[in-house]
């Protein structure tokens, strides 16, 4: 009995600062985004990532970047990394291909294109979309419930460049032409 009361205790002392933790309030916006420009510094463009970040002038919870290297099918992807309202950043990877956006409205096969869209939302890392104006973009969402994930961060950063590929597989229904 006294052995399982000294466990006991033990085990409330070893869990007590995961506790604490766990009950600490969320961070608030403007502090997510600074954890996110030093996660985005540290991951930047001296790393295998390889894309130099800004906090964006339009919206000052955003950070844009450009990769180029490394892509053989798109020109190069503008990333939008963003800090939500409700304690989310998303990573947002635009291919840009015979210089503007990939763009719905511009599809041959607007429907095969979609459809292949679908598919990679359903079977890949990030999913994709379009935005309002039909430019099609590549988006991951992180959810920052449980703190903020710098290890998942950089994995993310760093499987962006993969997304080229797929660009490469969108051609066909795009403009005709096979990806490389």
Known sequence: MKRM???????????????????????SRDAERERLRAALTRFGPMTEVAIDFRQSDKQPYNFVGIMRTGLTNAEFFEVVVGVGETHTISVRVYPHYNNAYMNLKKARDANGFMRKMLYYSHHNFFYWAADDDDDVYCIFNFTLENGFPDESMEIVLRSIRNNDQFVGQLRPFYDGTAGK
């Open 5 to 27: 009361l000294q466990f006991s205790i033990l085990l409330v002392l070893a869990l007590a600062p995961a506790l604490a933790a766990a009950q600490q309030a969320p961070l």
